[in-house]
């Protein structure tokens, strides 16, 4: 009888430390994932982004870092990241966004903004 006691007692103390524990609030997505990033500047179009994502593939950065390892140390991340940058900040990229049928003007700014 005493043994009965002593284990409702147990499994009671625990139920309510557990109970407890669940209640709690979860964490906040900025406690996962850090402050959601403030974007700064005018939106990009459409033909914008369309226009980056196609310099992206263009310079490979797409076929990198597929599957479950990180290719960041890998020199050809190095290079293909350069060229990207060099076609994301030249008139490469004012040409695509023209193709695409965006607006030279915010393209050109876009590019200006970038290079200085």
């Known amino acids: 009888m005493k043994n009965t006691q002593h284990l409702i007692a147990i499994a009671a103390l625990a139920a309510a430390t557990f109970a ?3 209640s709690a609030a979860a964490p906040s997505q900025e406690v ?5 990033p403030v ?3 005018a939106p990009l179009s459409r033909a ?10 263009r310079a490979g950065l797409n076929q990198l870092n ?3 390892h990180n290719d960041v140390a890998d ?4 290079q293909r990241l350069a060229t990207y940058q060099r076609l994301r900040s ?9 193709r695409l049928g965006g607006s030279v003007n915010t393209a050109g700014a876009a590019v200006r903004n970038a290079v200085n």
Do not use: K, M
């Not at 996962?32 to 959601?36: L, N, R, S």
């Not at 020199?75 to 190095?78: G, I």
């Open 20 to 22: 407890g524990t669940a």
């Open 90 to 98: 030249g008139p490469e990229y004012v040409a695509e966004v023209q």
């Open 39 to 41: 974007a700064s500047g």
């Open 75 to 78: 020199p050809a991340y190095a």
């Open 66 to 68: 597929a599957g479950d």
């Open 48 to 57: 914008e982004v369309q226009a980056d994502l196609n310099l992206w593939n």
């Open 32 to 36: 996962w994932f850090g402050a959601e």
